[in-house]
């Protein structure tokens, strides 16, 4: 390349023009002044030792050069000072309150998401915020007391971007050595973006919670400001049947905090170290005078067994990610997306053995998931709440390799009679698989809504109402299994023929009535029954009427009557139930055009 400037130029401007283009270009440079013939300056970009043909070095400032003429450069005081200052970010809050951790069987956040995002199929991206609240406690960037009570790293809050078993996800995880994990201005900005972040990229979101609430005496600018605290829950509940929300609590969520394991879709807790609860047991002291401990308030039983709010509890750290992997494998990463299929596998126990499970007698307990363990795929069954109104089963399972949202009654416990508890969540379960695209399976043996003052009292009807409106809302594919008795408003609840399922199946077992035989003699024939004064003729005229009546409810006649779709032999109900979830895959159901219900 040849190139010509003015003649006032001297040789090291010459020079230094050439060796910068030549540099640019990678070719040899020939400058030439004013009018000369011949070139002042030749600039081999080839030429070893990074000398030009002029004589002039190509590097400058004295630095030695490497082999392609430019000086070996390293990072600078600059960045040095920046990596030092990273690390002490990632140290956390005070060493003491580091060490209080292991006493708790607690990990550190950092090592905590070591765990959970390092190995095979799993990987922290990056972390947005490492910076937060900097000034407030390293005004200088110098090294600050390790023990000291002021440190703010990362504002005590972390938010990420990862991959967790093949799936991309946006994580929150409090540091509990900052603060307690208390939120405050910076880390509460941090979470906010995450969730509107999480709005864009349809992916979903984890919160592994570990924290105190607010930081009360720094409030001024986050608690009830439009982009505050507050902000949390109107995300959440934007993201909610958007993206699957999944909490884990390791440690006390008080008041604000509480607030995110309940909006999350599944919240787990880990036993022994977990709490939440909308005011700390101090609190509750000073407002009503109650002694109460914070397990007792708001532990892992009281959340499981009485309240409902947790989903799982994890016996250690550890086994929360394990369910959580689990979890994860049923749910689809959007609402846009159908749910992640998996190799089919056959069921744990032979199908043969359905119809020798289930009692003839209508009264007469089993455990349904003798029968569920014969339908699906080894290993799928995924149980949700298993300990909160544990006479309706919630679980995801595989049929055949596709998930599965299976409610079903369990006989063994209060004979299968959906009590307000059970009926609210199997309504939650429905709502969230049907959000999820997660086809569902009913299987009934119910005698219906149960009766009595105290269930009044605790709501059955509302309870009742909301299972019904979920199922009838449900446009994902339902398919459901008479598998014995469905009596009363259940068989409406478990998905019966009137709420739009794909199939109702019955097994030669089943039953469909207003009430069960001794329920129907009594209320209509307790008058004639009463007349007859011999005891054998009155029991005789009681067997015959019961008789008569399961002929007009036996399944055979709702078959008949073209009430149900058919009765399958229950050795083939597995392979019927693969056929029918597969064909109707595709399915395109809507709902009448409106706002939305007017039932929560």
Known sequence: MRVRITAGADDDEAAAIGAALADHVGETVEVYLGDETDPAVVHDVEQESGRTAGGESS???????????????GPTERERRLRDEIADILEGGPKKYRDQLSEDGKLFVRDRLDLWFSGEDSELHFEDGKFAAFDDWHPDGANTDEDDDDRLPADGLITAAATFEGRDV?????????????????????????????????????????????????????????????????????????????????????????????????????EGMSAMAIASPRMVQMVTGEEISLDELGGPAVHMQESGSADLIASDEEHARELVAQLITYLPDNADEDPPKREPKSPAKSPEGIDAIVPQEPNKGYDMTDVIDRIVDAGSYFELRPDYGPEILTAYARIDGRPVGIVANQPAHRAGAIFPDAAEKAAEFIWKSDAFNIPLLYLCDTPGFMAGSQVEKDGILEQGKKMIYATSSATVPKQTVVVRKAYGAGIYAMGGPAYDPE??????????????????????????????????????????????????????????????????????????????????????????????????
């Not at 590097?59 to 070996?72: C, M, N």
């Not at 909610?240 to 309940?262: D, E, K, N």
Request: charged content about 25%.
């Open 59 to 73: 590097a400058g400032g004295g630095e030695e050069a490497g082999e392609s003429g430019v000086a070996d450069l």
């Open 170 to 270: 946006h994580v929150m995880a409090n540091d509990y050595t900052v603060k307690r994990g208390s939120m405050a201005a910076k880390g509460v900005e941090k979470f906010l973006r995450m969730q509107q972040r999480a709005l864009k990229t349809g992916n979903p979101v984890f919160y592994l919670m570990d924290s105190s609430g607010g930081r009360i005496d720094q409030q001024t600018g986050f608690f009830a400001n439009r982009e505050g605290i507050g902000k949390y829950y109107y995300n959440h509940s934007m993201l909610s049947g958007r993206v699957p929300q999944i909490c884990v609590l390791y440690g006390p969520s008080i008041a604000g905090a509480a607030y995110t394991p309940v909006f999350a879709d599944f919240t787990i807790m880990v």
């Open 503 to 600: 199939s109702v199946i019955g097994l030669p077992s089943g039953e469909i009535a207003i009430m069960g035989p001794e329920a129907a003699i009594n209320a209509v024939y307790a008058r004639k029954l009463s007349e007859i004064d011999d005891p054998d003729e009155r029991k005789r005229m009681e067997r015959e009427l019961r008789e008569e009546y399961r002929e007009d409810i036996d399944v055979h006649r709702m078959a008949s009557e073209v009430v149900i779709d058919e009765i399958v032999p229950p050795s083939t109900l597995r392979e019927e139930l693969a056929a029918r979830f597969d064909f109707y895959a595709d399915l395109e159901k809507s709902l009448p055009d409106k706002k939305h219900g007017t039932i929560l």
